[in-house]
């Protein structure tokens, strides 16, 4: 049974920072191609924030949180980790992670790419 676990939301004023973390279970490395975490605001979508190519560690993050938020992961812990930093209320959102197992000719970015879910970690940002 393959399972996404995050944890690290909470609620923070604006300025601070947060770490959240995601561990996945039930997958192997080799049957990893993408993680990523994306965030669902109240009333809008649900947005890519960044990822990884699990095989090359390639990273990319979206334009809008590039220059506040970073990507780490633990490989052998099957856990990626997402800093926030600079938190502004609009960042304010459930931070979700998930998981593809097959490659994709483009970088998977939207969530109907994504085979896996987490339960999601609220993030509250306060001015």
């Known amino acids: 049974q393959v399972q996404l676990v995050e944890s690290g939301g909470g609620l923070v004023q604006a300025g601070d920072s947060l770490r959240l973390s995601c561990t996945l279970s039930?997958?192997?490395?080799?049957?990893?191609?993408?993680r990523a975490w994306f965030r669902q605001a109240p009333g809008k979508q649900r947005e890519f924030v960044g990822g990884?190519?699990?095989?090359?560690?390639?990273?990319k993050l979206a334009e809008s949180v590039a220059d506040r938020f970073t990507l780490s992961r633990d490989k052998p812990k099957n856990t990626i980790y997402l800093q926030l930093g600079s938190l502004k209320p609009e960042d304010t959102a459930v931070y979700y992670c998930?998981?593809?197992?097959?490659?994709?000719?483009?970088?998977?970015?939207?969530?109907?790419?994504?085979?896996?879910w987490g339960q999601g970690t609220q993030v509250t940002v306060s001015s």
């Open positions: 998930a998981a593809r197992r097959s490659s994709s000719t483009s970088y998977p970015k939207s969530a109907e790419m994504f085979d896996y």
């Open positions: 990884f190519l699990w095989n090359s560690g390639a990273t």
């Open positions: 039930g997958l192997t490395f080799s049957s990893t191609y993408a």
